[in-house]
């Protein structure tokens, strides 16, 4: 990203910041929309499927059907938020600390292939679905003449 892009969310993420101070529902849908242009990782991945679907009205309902699917989980989220007392936002967040560091960590020693049992993926099955794949991106990729243009009989 270049400069430019790094002062728009520094400016987004400054004026989400100022309108937390105001107590409104007016406030809290702008807050919404305006969280809705910073950058996210899962909506990135969104994006990338709904880009896979080669189809601009398959990838409009893609992203449609992906943000009604996020609508119960945030919402469910932010309610249990109200309910909980501070020392078990605190625990969670802990916890969330602890779970990152740990699936890090099963990442990177899956990454490793040590051969550990149910962790390591093997060696081969990856290789044999990796060609799978170059041979179907490169057939997909190269299409035979229908006819010989070129040659002189």
Not at 50 to 61: D, M, P, Q, S, V
Not at 111 to 121: A, D, K, N, V
Request: proline share 3%; aromatic share 8%.
């Amino acid at each position: 990203m270049d400069k430019s892009m790094f002062s728009f969310v520094g400016k987004l993420k400054k004026r989400i910041g100022e309108m937390f101070s105001i107590r409104s529902f007016q406030s809290l849908f702008f807050i919404g929309m305006l969280n809705g242009l910073l950058p996210c990782g899962l909506v990135y991945m969104a994006i990338a499927g709904a880009i896979g679907t080669g189809n601009a009205a398959e990838g409009t309902l893609y992203m449609i059907l992906f943000g009604l699917g996020t609508i119960p989980m945030l919402l469910t989220i932010s309610l249990a938020g109200n309910i909980m007392s501070q020392a078990i936002r605190r625990k969670i967040n802990k916890l969330i600390t602890v779970m990152v560091i740990v699936v890090g960590l099963l990442f990177i020693l899956r990454g490793l292939s040590l051969g550990i049992p149910y962790l390591s993926p093997e060696k081969q099955k990856i290789e044999q679905k990796f060609e799978k794949s170059l041979e179907k991106n490169t057939s997909s990729l190269i299409q035979e003449p229908k006819g010989d243009c070129c040659s002189k009989k």
